[in-house]
């Protein structure tokens, strides 16, 4: 039974069930001005399942579900789950659905935020989605670990995972609607040198001021560090953990040697490992694994770490210099700002590795998508003509890649053998033609 001063805090938190009539200006209180639509609205989610928006905190999973509840406005009802109150009276699914079947029964949306502070959050979801009541469910959680550490139940069959991570460059373009493709292209250098710098967290990228952007980076961090990893994580080597994310930040492109982090965070290697699976499943950081298929001469061990916004990154490491030719780290910036898009790109089924035989022959991202497999080589540079690097040419030869492609600066041309030379404004073509075979 859900008590009575849990009904009157979620009566607060839901004003447009008292005042209906202004239900539409109260819930776009939570929508910011300037609103950058993201991919997954354009897809038909089914309706007969909970949908569960994962990423890291501030990449406006909450945003988005907001402007998804105008359409059902005002029939909806919020939950936010870091509401104390709320996390101890709402704990139980059948009490919940009890209280929308006697006193919300006219609810047709139904919005929980932040659900990974909830013990039970996939028993939760997996009840509410078992009601079978005539109500969309939207959950948000900025942690998959405590989604699926909490409980053992699947939710195959309830709900359906969906990711959101910081703006991708199409959501962008998108966004700013060009009139025609020259346009498309000017604007898009711009996208990709504030995302190789600041990278496209929705307030650092919608904030205008160079200093302005750092003060939101570093709040972001301060927030994974002391409040994620602190009071959520129940992490107690606060020094070990911050220093280990400005390792990995300096550490872009290169292998990943436990052992000798371990040593350098004074810490041994089972907690540097516990740590990265932190940050992994915070959206933080993002390890791949090589690429082996059986072939002895490859390199079968140390995996690569990459981050998955460059902002967080360059404000790790204090580094915010915007004369990118000049920068020492500009191939570690390209790189990580190819595995973003990729990352963000990426279906949930769909592999992401490196290949690097011992002989030092390196592709840096190989995709693996319905049974095929597809080469990225990044050239932080400009390039006049189609070139392939003896490495690609190993990797060619050993794998036979449905598809190839250079990622550089200025070259945009195609073979007739499937090796593509793309820039950063056609790599998203690109990865379409993949995702899309």
């Known amino acids: ?3 009575a001063e849990v009904e009157n805090r979620i009566r607060q938190l839901n004003p447009w069930l008292i005042y209906p009539d202004k239900s539409e200006s109260l819930i776009r209180r939570f929508i910011p001005q300037v609103y950058v639509s993201r991919e997954i609205e354009k897809k038909l989610l089914p309706a007969d399942r909970a949908v569960l928006i994962v990423g ?6 909450s945003t988005m579900v907001w402007n998804q509840l105008l359409g059902y406005s005002p029939n909806v009802l919020f939950l936010n789950m870091e509401d104390p109150l709320l996390r101890m009276g709402c704990a139980d ?9 006697s006193e919300y029964s006219f609810v ?10 909830l013990e039970q959050a996939g028993l939760f979801v997996k009840g509410l989605a078992d009601s079978h009541s005539d109500i969309r469910i939207w959950v948000t959680g900025s942690s998959s670990f405590h989604l699926r550490s909490k409980t053992r139940e699947s939710l195959a069959g309830r709900a359906i995972r969906k990711q959101i991570l910081p703006f991708s460059v199409r959501e962008l373009l998108s966004h700013a609607a060009p009139a025609n493709t020259i346009a498309e292209r000017h604007i898009c250098e711009h996208i ?28 972001l961090v301060e927030a994974l560090i002391l409040r994620d990893a602190s009071d959520l994580f129940r992490i107690r080597r606060i020094d070990a953990f911050r220093k280990l994310l400005t390792l990995l930040a300096g550490q872009i492109g290169n292998l990943v040697n436990f052992s000798e982090l371990a040593s350098i965070c004074n810490a041994d290697v089972g907690t540097v490992s516990s740590y990265i699976e932190i940050l992994e499943e915070s959206h933080i950081v993002k390890k791949i694994l090589p690429f082996a298929q059986g072939k002895r001469r490859e390199i079968t061990g140390s995996p690569k770490v990459f981050f998955t916004d460059n902002g967080i990154r360059n404000q790790l490491l204090n580094q915010f210099s915007t004369q990118i030719d000049l920068r020492t780290d500009k191939g570690q910036l390209f790189e990580n700002w190819a595995f973003t898009e990729i990352h963000k790109a990426l279906p949930f089924q769909s592999s992401l590795h490196f290949w690097r035989s011992k002989s030092e022959a390196e592709v840096d991202f190989v995709i693996g998508h319905a049974g095929k497999i ?3 080589e990044v050239k932080s540079v400009a390039l006049s003509r189609m070139n392939l690097s003896r490495s690609a040419r190993s990797f060619i030869e050993a794998y036979h890649p449905e598809k190839f492609a250079v990622l550089n600066m200025t070259l945009e041309q195609s073979s007739d053998m499937n090796i593509s030379f793309v820039t950063p404004y056609s790599l998203s073509r690109w990865l379409d033609e993949i995702f899309s075979a």
Do not use: C, W
């Open 108 to 117: 047709r949306a139904l919005f929980i935020d932040e659900i990974q502070h």
């Open 1 to 3: 039974m859900i008590q």
């Open 374 to 376: 597809y080469g990225l």
């Open 192 to 219: 990709v040198a504030h995302q190789l710098i600041f990278g496209s967290y929705p307030s650092a990228y919608l904030t205008d001021g160079h200093n302005e952007k750092i003060m939101i980076l570093s709040d």
């Open 93 to 101: 699914p059948i009490d919940l659905i009890g209280l929308l079947r």
């Open 56 to 61: 890291p905190r501030q990449a406006g999973k």
